[in-house]
């Protein structure tokens, strides 16, 4: 059975830290190409950042650049999001999402984990 299993989400102050993981199970993570996204209430579901099968390529939505930072660790199955400087606007559900493009494309999607940034 394919699942991605998010967690970590909570509640921080602005300026706190969060990390987020993911842990693959089902299928052959280490081929696949990972993301973040996230959805706030009333808006639409946004990628936040990216990163290839192997690690050697990353990418972060401009709004998270220089605070968020994502890695993978193929040997555990796991991506994780490390998410520095939280922002009230950074309130969201976070998921993770996994992408293999090929002949035929393969895509799974977590069931999210709820990062809320409060004072």
């Known amino acids: 059975q394919v699942q991605l299993v998010e967690s970590g989400g909570g509640l921080v102050r602005p300026g706190g830290s969060l990390r987020l993981s993911c842990v693959a199970s089902?299928?052959?993570?280490?081929?696949?190409?990972m993301s973040w996204y996230r959805q706030a209430p009333g808006k639409e579901r946004e990628l936040v950042a990216h990163i290839t099968s192997t690690g050697g390529i990353t990418n972060y939505a401009d709004s998270v650049k220089g605070r968020f930072t994502i890695s993978r660790d193929n040997a555990k199955k796991t991506v994780y999001l490390q998410m520095n400087s939280l922002k009230p606007e950074d309130t969201a559900v976070y998921y993770c999402?996994?992408?293999?493009?090929?002949?035929?494309?393969?895509?799974?999607w977590g069931q999210g984990t709820q990062v809320t940034v409060s004072s």
């Open positions: 089902g299928f052959t993570s280490s081929n696949y190409a």
């Open positions: 999402y996994a992408e293999r493009v090929g002949v035929i494309s393969y895509n799974y």
